[in-house]
């Protein structure tokens, strides 16, 4: 049962980096060695443009999903409590780094 409470809270956090990887194209790949200056500060301007909208879009459904899934577990027959608990301590996380980003862009001029 633990290791399934593991993976279960694994899989999301995997999305989530899966996703800020995608976001960073082609920084940190074998394809970055090859852009040239030019292409460097316009792929990197279209990530930070790119890192802003996916985080205000995924951050908040991921804090709900996450919530929701902790409630069920919780409330099933079967349900159990240490899944529940990680479920919900991933859905506070989401939800607190989505407030840290939203309050940093309004701090931008």
Same mark, same amino acid.
């Given at each position: ?16 980096? !899966? ?16 852009? =040239? ?7 990197? !301007? ?16 991921? !804090? ?6 902790s409630v069920s577990i919780?409330? =099933? ?13 991933? =859905? ?18």
């Amino acid at each position: 049962m633990l290791l399934k409470a593991i993976t279960v809270a694994l899989v999301p956090l995997a999305g989530l980096a !899966a996703i800020i990887w995608i976001a960073n194209w082609p920084f940190h790949t074998p394809w970055a060695k090859k852009l =040239s200056p030019e292409q460097r500060r316009i792929n990197l !301007a279209h990530n930070q443009r790119h890192h802003r909208r996916a985080v205000r879009v995924v951050l908040p459904m991921l !804090a709900i999903v996450l919530g929701m899934t902790s409630v069920s577990i919780l409330a =099933s027959p079967r349900g159990d409590p240490f899944a529940a608990t990680v479920m919900g301590a991933c =859905s506070v996380v989401c939800a607190g780094v989505f407030v840290a980003v939203i309050r940093k862009g309004r701090r931008r001029p």
